[in-house]
């Protein structure tokens, strides 16, 4: 049809090879802290072992357990389900920091005066991550940075997705998701050009504008993802082409300053048919499988 229609075809596969990155954001609920090294007397609950020499600076234990000049615990060290765990808690005994191995790289929580987690930073393998959760300790919002850029999900109460926006290898995005999740509009810049997509319930794009180095186009999708029609404004002029179930070219209408014409085509995309108003009059052509004509007028 026009050179810019096979991109408009490509439009949403493009849009889902950027989102792809913030799928890692649903992994990230935990996070880490750095903490200096345990120097002086500590209070031990566990096996206090005495050096054998005064050389030898090694003590042992299950676990650790400081506390203030009350008496009251304030930190914690030990091994929790086979990982070392580093636990801070309030004047009132609340928990409210851990840092903790999770999974392969560490991790820092924090929690409210109620016991809810609010916010966890770390590594999830070479992925930095920051998520964030509302008073019951759902995970409402997630930012990550992974090798292909950054990415921000944002979920519902039920821990659904209902925006995400990132940064991907061909530019920023930008999602909004209906409330079972599915995506529901899609805005995109992938290099100079900007483009918008809507989709159905189901999750597939069905509408598409974008501007193109030819003009702005609109592409209309059916629900098996096949291009039934698209609309152009080019430098000639507008263009409306409408495709077949198979997703081929069947009709063409141009218009441009000197002549609008309508060209009908076949099952193999040829042109059969022809009408349209030229400078000097109408004209009407017909031609057959083979390109030769059959009618014409004048």
């Known amino acids: 049809m026009t050179p810019q229609t096979p991109l408009m075809q490509s439009i949403p596969v493009r849009f889902e090879r950027l989102q792809k990155q913030n799928r890692l954001l649903k992994c990230l609920l935990f996070i880490a802290l750095a903490l200096a090294s345990v120097a002086g007397p500590l209070c031990l609950s566990g096996t206090f072992l005495v050096p054998a020499s005064p ?50 790289g560490p991790g820092l929580a924090l929690y409210d005066a109620n016991g809810y987690r609010r916010a966890t930073v770390g590594v999830l393998g070479n992925v930095p991550t920051l998520t964030m959760f509302d008073a019951y300790g759902r995970g409402r919002a997630g930012l990550a940075v992974s090798a292909d850029g950054p990415a921000l999900v944002l979920d519902d109460a039920e821990g659904k997705p209902r925006a995400e926006v990132g940064v991907g290898p061909g530019g920023p995005l930008y999602a909004l998701y209906d409330p079972r999740g599915n995506r529901g509009v899609g805005l995109a810049m992938e290099g100079n050009m900007p483009s918008l997509m809507l989709y159905d319930s189901s999750g ?47 009709a063409v209408l141009t218009v441009d300053e000197k002549h609008s014409a309508l060209s009908i085509y076949d099952a193999a995309e040829r042109p059969r048919a022809t009408i349209g108003v030229f400078p000097d009059a109408p004209h009407l052509l017909l031609v057959d499988a083979n390109g030769k004509t059959t009618y014409s007028v004048p």
Do not use: Q, W, Y
């Not at 234990?61 to 389900?81: H, Q, Y």
């Not at 059916?222 to 404004?233: G, I, L, N, P």
């Open 55 to 104: 050389a030898v600076r090694t003590v042992e234990a299950e676990s650790f357990i400081l506390k203030d000049t009350e008496g009251r615990m304030r930190a914690s060290l030990a091994v929790e389900s086979g990982e070392p765990t580093l636990t801070f808690f309030d004047t009132g005994g609340r928990k409210r920091a851990a840092l903790e191995r999770i999974g392969d």
């Open 204 to 250: 597939t794009a069905r509408t598409v504008l974008a501007m193109t180095s030819h003009g702005p186009g609109l592409a209309l999708f059916d629900s098996e993802k096949k291009m039934r029609a698209t609309f152009h404004v080019m430098d000639e002029g507008p263009l409306v082409g409408l495709n077949g179930v198979d997703g081929r070219m069947r």
